[in-house]
């Protein structure tokens, strides 16, 4: 048996740290609190109990940090502000809540779990509680926090980090949370404590003193971190929040339903920019429609006041017989609408219950929520069982040899349709499974139960036992198949990615929708309806991690990181249904993904890849064993660090004084002009003081006019719509009822605005502070010695060098980041490649194989001198460079795009780096010889890229090129002339006796 998968984790991901730095810069020049060792049941808490975080300070620091990452800037910090629990907690508490948002498989556990690190590091605080809204949840978390151990004990000198699962029969661990000097996180679901029945209100023998659980952490003035907070806003589920009185929540999640001071985003399409996920193909599975079969799905329940449901069936009218949508009220009778005789007796509404989701019938029938009633649909469910299992064996087939191990996961319409007596989907798969099986060699042999395995979502039954949801027939068997189920799929995440692990094909239905997922899920069957808004973007996130192999090393390879998505619906529909999930939620969509029955694949053009003399010659010089060798000046470096920190701006320790009064405004809205696809708007708005401010501009339907504006007081108008014709078009307001023609004018008053400090007097405090080794910090996180980092600090100013004393932790973070950025470019300067003897390594048939796969790339016509008769285009500057390739006609040899695997091996400050093109040209002087060259086309000088670390890449691989004896050229495509004059190198020339 193989040794045991152990994932591997990169602590230098640069969206990963900038997610992490930008919610601890929030913070600086806020108190830092260390309590000193304490005896007895003493608590520690993150900050005195009169202590705060000014809020003003707080809101400069998120203007500063919102500008650098190019977000709008708040004009107000947004608070969370009310009571507790009714009948627990009937204080008022107000506090602040930042948002970091993350596309689902980019590593969200990961960075909060680093920033808690980063947190106690910087500002001493020890106490987190961590508020997940699911078991599945909850699970990962554990999970996380134990594969990532031994990783954060490298990164931070094995400080201590004490995980508590909350318990409600072990109450003595609050004990520990709230006495503990080391940091001490609190892992705990919603549903815990957002009851007043709940264990943690209820007073406890095994709780010294007078203090009930729940106070023992109100004691620490815990951070909260809430994972996936869509979950938690209600009304509720606030109040509870407000009961644990933290300092702030930091939130985190890929589809926020709101965003309150928003610190760092990761949008969809950053991360298929940066190839963070994998990319996504559909299969699309359909059945004409079929009058025959019953269909009632029950796909929505919307909230009070005005409870409705939203049911998917069979209407029968003067137009015909058709399937559509029908809203159903309390005592409507579903054959007067449908006019089917399948709605006769009793289909009648007696119950809609938004809170757990059911609609009850008169004859008894209950339907759940995206459950059906009535026949499943057979024929599609085996069609699109069939197509998962065939895509995966292949996958399976081509992975092996690269010790990939493949997974499968089916969202089933029902519980019962796997776990019940007669389960449909169940047989249907065995049934399916034995038809593929011999003709794959892994799979040869092996039963359709010895494959898969299962997990559902629980509820406790009549006997107070756990029991999974819709669950027919439990024998005592099936429910030890459960425990083991729920230990290899929630649990044991290496084992179920061990090619010695049997079981491939996972099946659920919403228990594993959120926070559950593993990077070798590369099929995804979706055998139920797609109902709530974000479900499409919620399942495919179950997908989206980039691979790993049985070293748990990540496979950046985009041939492998493929998800195919196996729906029971037209491929347009689903494709323009998860584009308009994320353009609902504010997003820039990724490209649509890719119609798997298309089979858009690009063929190698093995006339160049073979049997063209200059593409050997060429593969050849870029395949070589480089090294690079770094030369530091120390007196240089010394100066030209000291030069940085003279000049950056470090925080000081400031006291806020705040004085504020209730201004009262009325915003106004008012339409100037409609026009064909868009409306002119004029809003009216007021700042803190009263004092009013315009703005007119258009907005298109759909335009939300708070992110437009760039106010989010403005989020209860919710987005632009126009209606109507001719004189008769007006434009709606979505999240109100208010319809307004030309010249017509709406005022109102946004909730919550006043009461907010419109006086600030800050003053820098004297006051000195303990200061931890700073020389050893800085020389683990830039690799300089102590002594060269002791002259640095010597040769500061002495205003600066006594800064370190007023605020340690924020004067750090600025030392240490000016060294960083000075020793980058010091390195960039000076880095020298050396040749040696031998090849890279690279398996060319690896990185150019016969036929390379394009899952939702946009791809054209390579032309006949591409490698490959089709390329990818990343950019309008990309198509522009195949134009003039194209337009060159015979005088180009051949082109490619260098694939992710080519790297440039460049230190770890600076990051690898994969160039753009490559590419043979004729030239004609006097002789005719082919010159090859690599090209990068991000366009413009070097100076004008947009990234410190892009220049870097850039100057580096000129001085690569340049060691192997290759023409490297940054060019601008749009301006064609000089692309294939030499460069700062003598190529090596051949002949072209075969052109």
């Known amino acids: 048996m193989a040794p045991k998968l152990q994932l591997k984790f990169d602590a230098n991901q640069e969206h990963q740290l900038q997610a992490v730095e930008s919610v601890v810069r929030l913070f600086e020049g806020a108190p830092r609190f260390e309590a000193a060792f304490q005896l007895g049941d003493e608590i520690v808490a993150n900050l005195p109990e009169f202590a705060d975080l000014p809020e003003s300070l707080l809101l400069t620091n998120l203007g500063t940090i919102q500008e650098g990452n190019g977000i709008a800037q708040a004009n107000a910090l947004e608070m969370d502000q009310g009571l507790g629990l009714e009948r627990v907690c009937n204080e008022g508490h107000r506090y602040p809540n930042f948002t970091v948002e993350m596309e689902t498989g980019t590593g969200k556990t990961y960075v909060y779990l680093r920033t808690i690190y980063e947190l106690r590091r910087r500002l001493g605080w020890g106490k987190f509680v961590i508020v997940v809204p699911s078991i599945a949840i909850y699970e990962g978390v554990v999970k996380n926090v134990q594969i990532t151990r031994d990783h954060f004990r490298a990164l931070y000198g094995n400080e201590p980090f004490d ?579 030309e010249g017509q004018e709406w005022e109102y008053t946004p909730e919550g605005f006043g009461s907010q400090p419109t006086e600030r007097l800050t003053q820098t405090r004297a006051d000195r502070h303990p200061v931890f080794n700073l020389v050893d910090r800085a020389a683990r996180q830039t690799g300089l010695t102590r002594p060269t980092i002791n002259a640095i600090f010597r040769r500061l100013r002495d205003d600066r060098k006594a800064m370190v004393l007023q605020n340690p932790e924020g004067f750090a973070a600025v030392f240490i980041g000016e060294l960083r950025n000075a020793l980058a470019d010091h390195i960039t300067a000076r880095i020298e490649f050396v040749v040696e003897p031998g090849d890279a390594g690279y398996d060319r048939d690896d990185l150019f194989p016969p036929l390379r796969r394009f899952p939702q790339k946009e791809v054209i016509e390579a032309g006949e001198h591409g490698l490959y008769d089709l390329v990818q285009q990343d950019s309008g500057v990309e198509q522009q460079y195949v134009d003039a390739i194209k337009a060159e006609r015979d005088a180009v040899v051949f082109y490619f795009k260098f694939p992710p695997g080519f790297k440039v091996g460049l230190p770890a400050l600076i990051g690898n780096y994969t160039p753009d093109w490559g590419e043979a040209h004729v030239h004609r002087d006097g002789k005719v010889e082919v010159r090859t060259f690599v090209h990068e086309t991000k366009g413009g000088e070097v100076s004008q890229l947009r990234f410190p670390n892009e220049k870097r890449k850039v100057r580096c691989a000129e001085r690569y090129f340049t060691a192997i004896g290759v023409n490297y050229k940054l060019i601008e495509p749009t301006k064609v002339g000089g692309w294939w004059e030499t460069a700062t190198v003598t190529p090596k020339v051949w002949g072209c006796s075969d052109i």
């Open 163 to 741: 995980l508590i699962p909350y318990d409600g029969s072990q109450l003595s661990r609050l004990r520990h949370f709230a006495t503990s000097n080391t940091t001490t996180v609190l892992l705990i679901t919603l549903d815990a404590f957002n009851k007043v029945s709940n264990n943690l209100y209820k007073a406890s023998e095994k709780l010294p003193g007078d203090r009930r659980p729940y106070q023992f952490i109100q004691a620490t003035r815990p951070i909260l971190i809430l994972d996936e907070p869509q979950n938690m806003e209600s009304e509720k589920s606030r109040q509870a929040l407000r009961t644990l009185k933290p300092l702030c929540a930091l939130r985190y999640s890929a589809t926020h339903r709101s965003s309150p001071n928003l610190v760092y985003r990761l949008s969809p399409l950053d991360a298929y920019q940066r190839s963070l996920v994998k990319r996504i193909q559909v299969y699309a599975v359909t059945e004409r429609d079929n009058a025959n079969v019953e269909v009632l799905t029950l796909l929505k329940i919307t909230p009070p006041p005005k409870i409705t449901a939203i049911v998917r069936t069979r209407v029968t009218d003067l137009a015909g017989t058709r399937e559509t949508d029908v809203t159903l009220r309390q005592g409507d009778d579903l054959y007067a609408k449908t006019h089917r005789p399948e709605h006769q007796g009793g289909y009648v509404v007696e119950n809609i219950d938004a809170g757990h989701g059911f609609l009850d019938f008169r004859n008894g029938g209950r339907l759940y929520l995206l459950e059906g009633i009535g026949a499943a649909r057979e024929t599609v469910f085996r069609e699109q069982i069939r197509q998962t299992i065939l895509q995966h064996m292949r996958m399976q087939s081509d992975l092996l040899s690269r010790d990939i191990k493949v997974l499968s996961l089916f969202f089933v319409d029902r519980v019962a349709s796997y776990r019940g007596a007669d389960g449909l989907v169940r047989r249907l798969f065995d049934e399916e499974f034995a038809r593929a099986a011999p003709d794959f060699g892994l799979f040869r042999g092996r039963r359709a139960d010895q494959v898969r395995d299962a997990y559902f979502a629980q509820r406790k039954g009549k006997d107070g036992k756990a029991e999974e949801v819709d669950t027919e027939g439990r024998t005592a068997d099936e429910r030890e198949a459960e425990k083991a189920a729920f230990q290899l799929i929630m649990r044991d995440k290496e084992r179920l990615l061990s090619l010695d692990e049997p079981v491939s094909f996972i099946f659920a239905h919403s228990a594993l929708k959120e926070g559950w997922d593993n990077p070798n899920v590369f099929q995804i069957c979706t055998l139920r309806h797609v109902g709530a808004e974000m479900e499409r973007r919620q399942q495919i996130g179950r997908g989206m991690r980039l691979v790993v192999d049985q070293r748990g090393e990540r496979v950046h390879d985009e041939g492998v990181n493929i998800l195919t998505v196996v729906a029971n619906e037209s491929f347009t529909a689903y494709a323009r249904g998860l584009q308009q999930e994320y353009v609902s939620a504010g997003d820039a969509p990724p490209p649509l993904p890719t119609d798997a029955k298309a089979h858009r694949t690009a063929t190698r053009n093995d006339q160049i890849y073979h049997r063209n003399e200059h593409f050997e010659r060429f593969w050849e010089q870029l395949n070589r064993r480089v090294r690079y060798r770094l030369k530091v000046d120390t007196d240089v470096l010394i100066a030209e660090c000291v030069n940085r920190l003279d000049r950056a701006p470090f925080p000081g320790r400031v006291l806020v004084v705040e004085r504020g009064r209730i201004n009262l405004g009325t915003f106004k809205v008012r339409v100037e002009r409609i026009e064909p696809g868009k409306a002119k708007l004029t809003l009216t708005m007021f700042d803190e003081d009263g004092n009013p401010t315009e703005q007119t501009r258009f907005f298109k339907p759909g335009a939300d006019i708070a992110r437009e504006a760039h106010d989010d007081r403005l989020r209860p108008l919710g987005t632009v719509a126009i209606e109507g014709a001719g004189s008769g078009q007006a434009v709606l307001l979505t999240n109100t009822s208010v319809r307004l023609a």
